[in-house]
């Protein structure tokens, strides 16, 4: 077998490169629920410069969390776990599970927000009249999402391309609109610079926004399954992470001006309207919603794996297993039952924006972690830390 020069993927290899590995399902949970979903909600509660404000304070954690990351990562070999493998090899198995279990547990959570997000927003194109509610929209893409990602990852990798094309559509359609509202002369006079947060409070709307920013762990938590994480982890991630900042900040300039707070706190499908193409958007919030749930049920079974294969979790002979393909079967099973328990908890507690506050939680703990991992390593300058990708202290 023979790999092209950069590691991208040929026929017969069983491993992702930094675009199908990293790059892809980042990006696409980064522009996936939150953002279609609760940015208008955030924009009409802060106003412009409170989302701005949350949107840099958001991606200032996950810029540098991720320079920390693709600091490790390219100093010693990544293997299977992500964020827990960084961890353990840097400062131990036990310090390294304790942040692993809180990881695996938030994206096996966030796989609720994302099929929540994704059924609110089939709901809103079904009839009445057709007697679905949103219990059971949610559930029967719980199955549809479970079933694809038991089968296998490299089956939701390809997936993710053409739902990436619908995201991209739906961007151009809604700042196209954008134009078209400005030359109608139907733009708001003077959007409000400052929100009243009569909704929720600034560090509450924070907690609503953050998940927006989680989807860095979901390709880092592939490190087993890429060809060169030392270089995939890196480009892939930073790579996302400033696509989805310019992304986020663009579509809030556009929010507060062709919508009022009062329309951007009463409809989550303000985009939509204001869009050139509506269906354009259902298109990309459907595929992006649905995307990141698929993505968050590929990437936490194989952080439980390489838990298990430590010997982290209880019954770790039974989910370090792995199928013929090499998919962790085992650990996916258990992942989508946690899942599955933490989705009905949420269609009876709230909702999204109830999710959203518990996963933020979960990835601040995991994020502190990762970036201390990095200074104590900086600051102990061991001969071991010689990272190709020096972070300042």
Do not use: C
């Amino acid at each position: 077998m023979r790999l092209r020069r950069g590691g991208e993927e040929t026929p017969g290899d069983n491993k992702f490169g930094t675009l199908a590995g990293v790059f892809v399902p980042t990006i696409l949970t980064i522009l996936g629920a939150i953002m279609y979903l609760r940015l208008g909600w955030v924009t009409g509660n802060a106003g412009l410069l409170g989302a701005l404000l949350i949107i840099f304070l958001a991606h200032l954690i996950t810029f540098t969390t991720g320079l920390s990351v693709s600091s490790v990562a390219t100093n010693t070999r990544v293997g299977a776990g992500g964020a827990f493998a960084i961890i353990a090899q840097s400062l131990g198995i036990e310090i390294g599970g304790s942040v692993g279990v809180p990881l695996f547990l938030a994206q096996a959570v966030s796989v609720s927000l994302y099929i929540l997000a994704f059924a609110e927003a089939m709901i809103s194109l079904i009839p009445p009249e057709s007697g679905l509610t949103l219990w059971m929209v949610s559930l029967i893409a719980f199955v549809l999402v479970f079933a694809i990602a038991y089968i296998s990852a490299r089956f939701a990798s390809r997936i993710q391309f053409l739902i990436l094309l619908g995201i991209v559509l739906s961007l151009v359609s809604i700042f196209v609109g954008g134009v078209v509202l400005a030359r109608e002369g139907a733009l708001v006079e003077a959007p409000v610079l400052w929100g009243p947060f009569s909704e929720a409070g600034f560090w509450t709307t924070f907690a609503v926004f953050f998940p927006a920013v989680t989807g860095i762990m979901t390709g880092i938590s592939m490190s087993g399954s890429l060809r060169d994480p030392r270089r995939n982890i890196p480009l892939g991630t930073m790579g996302a992470i400033l696509v989805g900042f310019v992304v986020y900040v663009a579509l809030t300039f556009w929010l507060v001006n062709v919508a009022t707070p009062e329309e951007l706190l009463s409809n989550s499908t303000v985009m939509v309207d204001k869009a050139l193409w509506g269906w354009a958007v259902y298109v990309g919030m459907l595929g992006a919603t649905f995307s990141s749930a698929l993505g968050s049920l590929v990437a936490a079974p194989r952080v439980m794996q390489a838990l298990a294969s430590k010997r982290v979790v209880p019954k770790s002979d039974f989910l370090a297993k792995e199928a013929a393909n090499g998919e962790p079967r085992h650990a996916a099973m258990a992942t989508g039952l946690i899942a599955l328990v933490a989705l009905l908890w949420a269609l009876s507690a709230g909702g999204i924006n109830s999710v959203a506050q518990v996963i933020t939680m979960f990835f601040l703990i995991t994020y502190a972690m990762l970036n201390l991992v990095v200074l104590a390593e900086q600051q102990l300058q061991t001969v071991s830390f010689r990272p190709t990708l020096h972070v300042s202290r």
